[in-house]
């Protein structure tokens, strides 16, 4: 994934930092949920001065371990996922219930995933947590099956964070960003 595209991505994040209802800190490739705090030091633009001596005067960037490795830059849209169900990952049903993988979808708990992928979104809140869904669903096959932006506990952190929130704003913060992962490119 392109520093850029991860940038975005952590952006829309940011939006809902600022909502105070869902946190997700970066900083070093660690990630911390809301109410947890990530003590690593974060980048900064100042220059700090050393009074030891450097061997050298050349500068070297460190290379990331595995675990910071950021995730690729695939993504299936939710109109491949609805079209693909042979494509879905194994032990995941179409006919499985959004209620089965998200919490807080109110009356959308008994709809299937494959249906929540034909939801079109709409006006005030219920629009909202419609085009929620729709990018959720996506996402969270995604996360399951490809090289995608988010793992498959931050989809689900996120989107019932979004959904707890009830605020129209948050839940298309979230599905904007899911929705620019979701269409990073499908590799399938």
Not at 36 to 46: G, I, Q, R, T
Request: aromatic share 4%; net charge negative.
């Amino acid at each position: 994934m392109t520093q850029n595209r991860k940038a975005t991505l952590l952006s829309t994040a940011g939006v809902i930092l600022a909502t105070g209802l869902f946190a997700l800190a970066v900083s070093g490739g660690a990630t911390a949920a809301a109410g947890e705090v990530d003590s690593s030091p974060s980048p900064s633009a100042s220059t700090s001065t050393s009074s030891s001596p450097s061997p050298s005067p050349s500068v070297t960037s460190p290379s990331p371990s595995p675990s910071e490795t950021p995730p690729g830059g695939e993504g299936c849209t939710p109109g491949y996922w609805k079209n693909h169900p042979s494509a879905w990952p194994t032990g995941v049903s179409p006919s499985a219930t959004v209620g089965s993988v998200f919490t807080g979808a109110g009356s959308y708990s008994g709809t299937t995933l494959l249906a929540a992928l034909s939801l079109q979104g709409g006006t005030g809140v219920t629009g909202a947590t419609e085009t929620l869904l729709r990018a959720a669903v996506a996402a969270y096959l995604n996360s399951l099956t490809v090289d995608y932006a988010y793992s498959t506990a931050e989809v689900v952190s996120m989107v019932n964070a979004a959904l707890a929130s009830g605020d129209r704003a948050t839940m298309l913060a979230v599905a904007a960003a899911l929705d620019s992962a979701n269409n990073a490119g499908c590799p399938l």
